[in-house]
């Protein structure tokens, strides 16, 4: 618990971390599905199996519900991560609990698109090389639709989640710059 945090301060932090976290997760694989339904005629089995494919290639395109389900959990595992970061940066930089969340959560659906289009997917890319042994390639880009999905389904529920988290006295503290060295 952090200090000056009380018992009910930490259930509503971890509260809102939830519901931002999972609010951005089923958000987000809907849109990706219905996206993948009307551009390409993709059921939300192929896609979820496409998400599975950063870590398992190929091969997981071809898998059945198990792979599909793989990519589900690592689906919430990214959402997850986008959020604990969102909440750790909100706590230290007050322009991202104050400023107005229509403005907050488009930017950081922005940054989330921008660190898994060209830092995440890339990188999965050139580590599966290792243990698959093909060749890394370039995932390709997202695409504008996507784009526009992060920052609606993705930036906006995690911001929105986060910023119902109580401020406990240490995140005042060290927000203020006053924990710095």
Partial sequence: MALGASP???RS???AILSGWLLCGVLDITAACLQGWIQAGRTPGEVLKGVASALWGRAALDGGAGMAMIGL??????ALTATLV????SR???????APLLVVGPIYGVIVFGAMNYGTLPLLSWLRSF???TAPRWPG?????QLGIHMICVGLPIAWGVRRAPMSRSDVYFASGSGRS
């Avoid at 969102?86 to 940066?89: D, Q, S, V």
């Avoid at 230290?92 to 104050?98: D, F, G, H, P, V």
């Avoid at 880009?141 to 639709?145: L, N």
């Fill in 8 to 10: 009910s301060s930490t």
């Fill in 13 to 15: 932090v971890g509260q």
């Fill in 73 to 78: 959990v690592m689906h919430f595992t990214v």
């Fill in 86 to 89: 969102f909440y750790a940066l």
């Fill in 92 to 98: 230290r930089l007050a322009l991202l609990r104050t």
């Fill in 131 to 133: 243990y698959l042994g």
């Fill in 141 to 145: 880009t997202m695409g504008w639709p």
